[in-house]
């Protein structure tokens, strides 16, 4: 049977998962996800090499809400960005989540803010 802290984590069996399978999955998790996975780690068994991983991981959306945004919801949130939303937003991708159509949209937007500004 479950804990009840163990529904609420975004993993299920949370507790039962090997150190080198949760560190691999943990890239799969939106930050709120991964703040919770955070929170509960530091307050259990505190791995060094799962905390290491969130560390890395762990970071701001370059704009609210991103990571449950559909590739066409991050177009059109972007269409008005500036260039370093858009360089940030590229950047976010690239770390958390390598969508293909997502990338060549920001590259795309990113050289269209680029050469408006002169650069």
Same mark, same amino acid.
């Given at each position: 049977?479950?804990?009840?802290?163990?529904?609420?984590? +975004? =993993? &299920? @069996? !949370? /507790?039962? #998962?090997?150190?080198?399978?949760?560190? $691999?999955d943990l890239s799969k998790h939106s930050q709120i996800e991964l703040a919770a996975i955070d929170?509960y780690e530091s307050a259990h068994e505190a791995r060094p090499e799962v905390l290491n991983k969130?560390?890395?991981?762990?970071?701001?959306? +370059? =704009? &609210? @809400? !991103? /990571?449950? #945004?559909?590739?066409?919801?991050?177009? $059109?949130?972007?269409?008005?960005?500036?260039?370093?939303?858009?360089?940030?937003?590229?950047?976010?991708?690239?770390?958390?989540?390598?969508?293909?159509?997502?990338?060549?949209?920001?590259?795309?937007?990113?050289?269209?803010?680029?050469?408006?500004?002169?650069?």
């Amino acid at each position: 049977m479950e804990s009840t802290t163990d529904t609420q984590m +975004p =993993i &299920s @069996g !949370y /507790d039962g #998962l090997k150190t080198h399978r949760l560190v $691999a999955d943990l890239s799969k998790h939106s930050q709120i996800e991964l703040a919770a996975i955070d929170a509960y780690e530091s307050a259990h068994e505190a791995r060094p090499e799962v905390l290491n991983k969130l560390r890395y991981l762990r970071g701001s959306e +370059p =704009i &609210s @809400g !991103y /990571d449950d #945004l559909t590739p066409d919801a991050i177009s $059109a949130a972007l269409q008005d960005a500036d260039l370093q939303t858009i360089t940030d937003a590229r950047e976010y991708e690239r770390k958390f989540h390598r969508r293909p159509p997502v990338l060549e949209d920001l590259n795309r937007l990113r050289r269209q803010r680029a050469s408006a500004h002169g650069g």
